[in-house]
């Protein structure tokens, strides 16, 4: 039994050994890129979408660009809630003082270069897509 442990622990570190390697061989030649990224210039979402939604909402918001050079998309339109109260459903009355908007969240990819490169790191970044209503929270 003890010879079996020490053969799988014996296997593990060379495992784990292999893979440093191989990660380093892959940041070397990841420094070398110099590839072209092509993009259809095609619109596949409808560009009417939602119409004024942001606007029609009882947590209505704005809408803020985040731009960065060397990021694809270069800009990112992020929701800003535009009111501290929920707007009635029913016009003329006062503002829901209960319900407070709070910003809905989507994850984005997003490509980045760095140093004008033609290399690009694929992440997620976390965007404000719009504001929802959301009970007060109480002590």
Excluded at 103 to 118: A, E, F, I, K, M
């Amino acid at each position: 039994m003890k010879l079996l442990r020490h053969g799988i622990y014996t296997l593990l570190v060379c495992c784990s050994a292999l893979w440093v390697a191989h990660s380093e061989v892959e940041t070397e030649s990841a420094t070398e890129c110099d590839a072209t990224l092509t993009f259809s210039s095609e619109i596949t979402s409808l560009t009417g979408g939602n119409g004024d939604i942001h606007s029609r909402s009882l947590s209505p918001w704005n809408w803020t660009p985040n731009t960065e050079r060397n990021r694809i998309p270069r800009t990112l339109w992020e929701a800003e809630c535009s009111t501290s109260f929920c707007s009635s459903p029913v016009p003329g009355q006062k503002d829901q003082k209960d319900l407070n908007p709070l910003p809905v969240y989507q994850d984005v990819l997003v490509l980045t270069s760095h140093n004008g490169r033609r290399c690009y790191k694929a992440s997620f970044r976390s965007v404000a897509v719009g504001c929802t209503c959301v009970r007060a929270q109480t002590n």
